[in-house]
């Protein structure tokens, strides 16, 4: 398999090697890593691919004004099989984010829910989320969500990204709780079952 670079906005490149680009996401595979899932990412996210051949196809430019570091969502097509066990019901999660009120919204929201059990250390739990906040400059809140594995702290799995919510039944002034709420009713909810 050949390599091609993926730079996203925020910064980061992935190793890849890109399978089809479409008007709103570009999709690719891991380079270097067996498993046969395809991935994909949103073209808003993505600055530039560089392919193997030398090519560069441009999308958009780089962020200068970012809240705090960020990788790009990556969003596989469904959860890939081997590691549905790890994220599997009544599971212990570790909650992780550079704002702690963050963790302490998603804490209220995943324990309402019940699916999994929401631990106070890294050592008593099976999977790490870690969350991902990004706010633009009407004060919306966008969330994300990353599980890692424990020991390796690979990505296992990457939520789409939500907003928080614009709904008069669900509206909330406090944006980071509401991209809360909505992470886990529109993120996690319709996976995980």
């Known amino acids: 398999m050949s390599q091609d670079i993926i730079k996203t906005i925020y910064g980061d490149e992935i190793k ?19 498993d046969e899932v395809i991935y994909s990412m949103a073209i808003a996210n993505i600055e530039y691919v560089a392919f193997e051949n030398g090519n560069i196809r441009r999308f958009n430019k780089g962020t200068e004004k970012v809240q705090e570091p960020l990788t790009a969502v990556i969003v596989p097509e469904k959860v890939p099989d081997n590691i549905k066990p790890i994220l599997s ?32 250390t890294k050592a008593e739990a099976d999977v790490v989320i870690n969350i991902n906040l990004r706010f633009n400059t009407f004060g919306v809140c966008f969330a ?13 799995y990457t939520t789409i990204e939500v907003s928080s919510s ?21 993120a996690l909810k319709p996976v995980f079952k």
Do not use: C
Request: overall charge positive; aromatic content about 14%; hydrophobic content about 35%.
């Open 16 to 34: 890849a090697k890109v399978t089809e680009i479409t008007n709103e996401v570009v999709k690719y595979q891991k380079f270097n890593v067996s």
């Open 89 to 120: 019901k009544g599971k212990k999660v570790f909650l992780t984010s550079s704002n702690e009120n963050a963790v302490e919204h998603a804490t209220y929201f995943l324990e309402r829910w019940g699916y999994w059990k929401v631990v106070k």
């Open 144 to 156: 994300f969500a990353q599980f890692k594995d424990v020991k390796k702290d690979d990505i296992l």
């Open 166 to 186: 614009k709904e008069p039944k669900t509206f909330d002034f406090n944006t980071k709780r509401s991209a809360m709420n909505e992470l886990v009713e529109q």
